[in-house]
């Protein structure tokens, strides 16, 4: 991942409230087709123009030949914010990040999130490096449905992580539990991403604790309950792996033993 600036430069007379606008929906629009990582961008006034610091897949993410109709709509109304297309600078690699995805053709891909990702949720199958989403055909307008499941998935994540939880039986079912609302929902959206990429798409199912967990390492498929123990963990994370259904699990981490 790359740290970035966004420099739009004020053309016309324009007030804060108009250019904050402005600003905000044309990277919001960068951020739900995958070409803007996170959900912050801290944007200064210095002079004579507006600066906004964001965090990019790739130095090519902002090439508006990836851009939705939604982000080429909202670049043409900087103008009537009095404000220039905005000119991108790259500041460097960051080090907080992880790295995309650097075959740009994977054999298959793995949707894939947890509470402290900050960078797409789909995975290169080969690599388990995160694949940018404007990479990817999609049967909507953009990403957007695909970025607020991960938005909704890594909330549940992070509550049922925490030391002092609350709801933390609410959030763990719904992570768990192959047809909670959330599973249902993301498992749709791999479909969806298999069928537009003519790829194979499987989806993460997490596992956290377990009930028995003597029975745990050879708990059957919950999609169709086939046997889907692999013989080497995937990824040295994930110990199943349901072709039929498009799944690939884990043993629940309560029932690990410690390395």
């Avoid at 549940?156 to 249902?184: C, F, G, P, Y």
């Avoid at 498929?221 to 110990?239: A, S």
Wanted: glycine content about 4%; aromatic content about 10%.
């Amino acid at each position: 991942m790359y740290l970035a600036e966004l420099q739009f430069k004020v053309i016309a007379d324009t007030d804060f409230t108009s250019a904050e606008s402005a600003i905000r929906r044309y990277i919001e629009t960068l951020i739900f087709n995958g070409q803007v990582l996170g959900r912050e961008f801290p944007t200064a006034w210095q002079q004579d123009s507006f600066n906004s610091r964001i965090v990019l897949p790739d130095e090519q993410a902002l090439q508006q030949k990836h851009h939705s109709a939604k982000g080429r709509q909202a670049l043409q109304q900087l103008a009537n914010a009095g404000l220039a297309y905005p000119q991108v600078h790259i500041l460097g690699m960051d080090l907080m990040s992880q790295h995309s995805d650097p075959c740009h053709n994977a054999d298959f891909y793995i949707l894939y999130s947890r509470f402290n990702d900050t960078c797409s949720p789909v995975r290169c199958g080969e690599h388990f490096a995160p694949v940018p989403l404007y990479r990817l055909n999609t049967e909507a307008a953009d990403h957007e449905q695909l970025i607020r499941w991960q938005l909704q998935y890594q909330a549940l994540d992070e509550i049922q992580m925490q030391q002092t939880r609350v709801l933390v039986k609410s959030a763990e079912r719904s992570l768990q539990q192959l047809n909670s609302r959330l599973n249902k929902q993301g498992r749709q959206l791999a479909r969806r991403l298999e069928k537009a990429n003519n790829k194979t798409v499987y989806y993460a199912l997490y596992s956290g604790s377990s009930n028995n967990c003597d029975q745990e390492p050879d708990k059957p498929c919950p999609g169709c309950g086939g046997n889907w123990r692999l013989k080497q963990p995937l990824q040295q994370l994930f110990d199943f792996k349901c072709d039929n259904c498009r799944l690939l699990g884990n043993i629940a981490w309560d029932c690990q033993s410690p390395s």
